[in-house]
């Protein structure tokens, strides 16, 4: 989800409360709070020799001892906009970043208002090879075969 749609659902439902959905289907506890907005920039090169930049805007939740406190969208939105001197623009990808055990980001995959609530369904993250027709791991190579990244 980019974040002008972020926004924009969160301003249209300013009463709601937001509820975030694990890929597990487990759920951050209602009493979170957002702690941080930030702007990712990741530059890399692939194996296969090519250059590339990823930016995300990333909100960090955070879970307290307060179990009364509830976000309402409104403020969430409020919250979002604080962090526009360090965001490029809108049109970043969203990630929420949730500790438990380990922190982990996970990418907005889905959202929908249900009655007082906005429920936000979180996505999988996992990796890839970007150069898989210059290291041999494409679909044309042999299962059994090492690609040529890891020789």
């Known amino acids: 989800m980019k974040l002008h749609e972020l926004k924009s659902l969160l301003r249209a439902h300013p009463a709601a409360e937001p509820r975030f959905t694990l890929p597990s ?3 951050i506890p209602a009493h979170f709070h957002i702690t941080e907005v930030g ?5 890399f090169v692939d194996c296969g020799g090519t250059f590339r930049t990823s930016e995300t805007c990333v909100l960090q939740t955070y879970v307290a001892d307060d179990f009364e406190h509830r976000l309402a969208a409104g403020r969430f939105a409020d919250i979002l906009d604080l962090g526009q001197p360090i965001l490029p623009g809108d049109d970043l990808e969203v990630e929420v970043e949730w500790d438990c055990c380990v922190i982990s980001q996970y990418p907005i ?6 009655g007082d609530r906005l429920e936000f369904q979180l996505g999988d993250k996992h990796t890839d090879c970007l150069a898989k027709e210059k290291c041999g791991c494409g679909p044309e190579a042999e299962a059994s075969a090492e690609p040529a990244c890891c020789r």
């Open 39 to 43: 702007h990712v920039t990741k530059k």
């Open 109 to 114: 995959a889905s959202a929908q208002s249900s």
């Open 25 to 27: 289907g487990e759920q």
